[in-house]
């Protein structure tokens, strides 16, 4: 069963750089056909979806991150990572990773993504001079 | 910023029937499937429904997700005190090369 954990630093200044490492464990990140995904949440507030990889190297970012962001994986060390760049305390929150599997369209029976189906526990990073 | 509009708040007692609204647009819930995770207190999200009304493996059958146009909607029937969570709708976006968007988040109070 792949569980996946989040690792990295806690607290980071403003206009630098945020950089975080999800461990894949359980099973292999190549194996299979998935994207492998950062999601954050500010303190009491919702989601917010950052950006996936493919082992490939196919991405997509969300448009509002797009230019501060850079999602990589490791497949030697079966991780993916995510950096930020020119943070401010708006990017304080909690920051999961998460597997995004495949999953059949029951109306047109084609495969889609955006299934995130194993996450990390989450971890806090906190933008603070 | 959420593209999928929830309600903030919803609430029934045991056993009753609570319905969630998540409206989108033709880009998203329009086009796409949607997915519902249910965040319990101090933990991850969960996958509850995905492909707008597909159960994940051990998922109870009293969660049921549907999709009209551009609206999607969560039901609980028989509210259990353990459904107490926030609720996110979710699907991907096409516009802007393609982005995945999530809903404003329904907090679910069982009285």
């Known amino acids: 069963q792949v569980q996946l954990q989040e690792s990295g630093p806690g607290l980071v200044k403003p206009s630098q750089t945020l950089s975080l490492t999800c461990s894949v464990s359980?099973?292999?990140?190549?194996?299979?056909?998935?994207?492998w995904s950062w999601i954050r949440q500010p303190a009491g507030k919702g989601l917010e979806w950052i950006g996936r990889?493919?082992?490939?190297?196919?991405?997509h970012y969300n448009p509002s991150l797009k230019s501060r962001v850079t999602i990589s994986i490791d497949t030697s060390k079966n991780q993916f990572s995510l950096k930020l760049g020119s943070v401010t305390a708006a990017d304080t929150a909690v920051y999961y990773c998460?597997?995004?599997?495949?999953?059949?369209?029951?109306?047109?029976?084609?495969?889609?993504?955006?299934?995130?189906?194993?996450w990390g526990q989450g971890t806090t990073v906190t933008v603070s001079s | 910023q959420s593209v999928l509009t929830q309600p903030p708040s919803a609430s029934g007692t045991p056993g009753q029937r609570v319905t969630i609204s998540c409206s989108g647009s033709?880009?998203?819930?329009?086009?796409?499937?949607v997915n519902w995770y249910q965040q319990l207190p101090g933990s991850a999200p969960k996958l509850l429904i995905y492909?707008?009304?597909q159960r994940p493996s051990g998922v109870p059958d009293r969660f049921s997700g549907s999709k009209s146009g551009t609206s999607a909607s969560l039901a609980i029937s028989g509210l259990q005190s353990e459904d107490e969570a926030d609720y996110y709708c979710?699907?991907?976006?096409?516009?802007?090369?393609?982005?995945?968007?999530f809903g404003t988040g329904t907090k679910v109070t069982v009285l």
């Open positions: 998460a597997r995004d599997a495949p999953q059949q369209d029951t109306l047109t029976q084609n495969y889609y993504y955006y299934n995130m189906d194993v």
């Open positions: 359980g099973g292999s990140i190549t194996s299979d056909s998935y994207y």
């Open positions: 990889m493919y082992v490939t190297g196919d991405s």
């Open positions: 033709s880009s998203n819930i329009g086009s796409n499937p």
């Open positions: 492909s707008t009304n």
């Open positions: 979710a699907a991907w976006d096409d516009s802007l090369n393609g982005s995945g968007v």
